[in-house]
């Protein structure tokens, strides 16, 4: 009974499921959320078994790089707006700082990613919070975000 019900609890956590007129889309997409909640219960499971004692990471990291990996750089069309590092960009708040810059381009070719003074103060992609909010002149070449000096190597380190 103790598997079913953690099933259940992932299940419900992030749920890919919302109301339909069409019943078999409503099955498609729990067939989809179960195999998301398996494969990330294989996941841990996998990851107890080894002789490493490395943390697992959380429920909702792991389908975040399961969508970034799925997704690819694959783009139906160009989008037109504001770029992630300007000030219109919602500001996605994460407890350990993650960046609202795409992994490819984050983690892509790190030594090319050079810091250089900008022209105003932003806001630093990295330590910067909704509550806190700090600011740093210094701009990522590549990645085109404020990061301040302590925050540079953090922010191109993979997760």
């Not at 069309?77 to 609202?100: E, I, L, Y």
């Not at 790190?110 to 910067?128: I, Q």
Request: net charge positive; with cysteine; hydrophobic share 35%.
């Amino acid at each position: 009974m103790g598997g079913v019900d953690r099933f259940d609890q992932f299940m419900a956590a992030y749920s890919l499921s919302w109301k339909s007129r069409r019943w078999w889309l409503k099955l498609f997409y729990y067939g989809l959320d179960a195999a998301i909640v398996n494969s990330y219960i294989l996941y841990k499971v996998s990851l107890s078994g080894s002789s490493n004692s490395t943390k697992p990471i959380s429920h909702l990291y792991f389908r975040s790089i399961l969508v970034n990996e799925l997704i690819g750089s694959f783009c139906s069309r160009q989008k037109v707006g504001p770029s992630p590092s300007s000030g219109f960009a919602r500001k996605r708040n994460f407890p350990d700082g993650r960046p609202t810059v795409h992994n490819t381009k984050r983690l892509c070719n790190v030594g090319d990613h050079l810091p250089k003074k900008g022209p105003t103060y932003r806001r630093c992609a990295h330590c910067s919070t909704k509550a806190k909010q700090v600011r740093s002149q210094t701009i990522c070449v590549k990645c085109d975000v404020a990061l301040c000096i302590d925050c540079f190597i953090p922010f191109h380190k993979s997760h």
